[in-house]
């Protein structure tokens, strides 16, 4: 099974600035999806951010941005201009390409908005 | 908007007891899942079915068995429920063929087993 480590267990940052959160995976594939998810508390598991292997252009989605970097397989998530509804456990997780169904997750980092 | 729905969102039952998790998808998805979340572990997967009456072992199926009779409901049956299986336990779904496409959770339920 692929490994994804997420180092930073938890991230505190100050509303209105950047905070970004890393994400290294372990595979021997060359064609995958890497995916970020955000769990506010009590409430249900989203999907933020999505990145395909072949595509060299980092993925954005309006505050949201990815730093693919393919040959040391690492994938962080910038939130930049943070509101305090960011506030969440963001999860890093992994999918190869040859299946469609088994998500690998890291362990997660939580995310904390100073006001 | 999908909607992925769980029975319970909490739920305390007794070592040894028979424990039944539902969950149900409104999008017509091929596949659903269910995940056990644990503190500083992350998601992991103990079983999957990409149809009905069909199932696949994920990382950790130890202890637990499920039920897919109808294509929205998906079943976790925990046989002898045991302590070491307190856990938020999510169910997901998606579209089979669309490698790329998300999967969609519900929201979850918290079982703790006494």
């Known amino acids: 099974a692929q490994t994804v480590t997420q180092s930073q267990p938890e991230m505190s940052v100050q509303e209105a600035e950047t905070v970004t959160l890393s994400c290294t995976y372990d595979?021997?594939?060359?064609?995958?999806?890497l995916f970020w998810y955000k769990q506010p508390p009590s409430r249900q598991m989203i999907l933020v951010i999505r990145?395909?292997?072949?595509?060299?252009q980092n993925a954005t989605e309006n505050r949201f941005s990815v730093n693919f970097q393919k040959a040391a397989k690492s994938f962080s998530l910038k939130i930049s201009d943070s509101q305090l509804g960011d506030a969440a456990m963001y999860f890093c997780?992994?999918?190869?390409?040859?299946?469609?169904?088994?998500?690998?997750f890291g362990a997660g980092t939580t995310v904390t908005v100073r006001a | 908007d999908v909607k992925v729905t769980q029975s319970s969102r909490y739920l305390v039952k007794r070592t040894g007891e028979k424990v039944f998790l539902e969950c149900v998808q409104d999008?017509?998805?091929?596949?659903m899942f269910w995940y056990r979340q644990d503190p500083g572990l992350g998601l992991r997967l103990i079983y999957f079915?990409?149809?009905?009456?069909?199932?696949e072992k994920g990382d950790i199926p130890e202890g637990y068995s499920v039920s897919r009779e109808k294509k929205e409901r998906f079943s976790l049956i925990l046989e002898s429920a045991s302590t070491n299986q307190t856990s938020m336990y999510l169910c997901?779904?998606?579209?089979?063929?669309?490698?790329?496409?998300?999967?969609?959770f519900g929201p979850g339920t918290r079982l703790t087993v006494l």
């Open positions: 997901a779904s998606s579209l089979q063929g669309r490698i790329a496409d998300t999967q969609y």
């Open positions: 595979t021997s594939e060359s064609d995958y999806y």
């Open positions: 990145q395909e292997a072949y595509k060299q």
């Open positions: 997780a992994y999918r190869s390409a040859t299946n469609d169904y088994k998500l690998s």
């Open positions: 999008m017509d998805h091929e596949n």
């Open positions: 079915s990409y149809d009905v009456k069909m199932k």
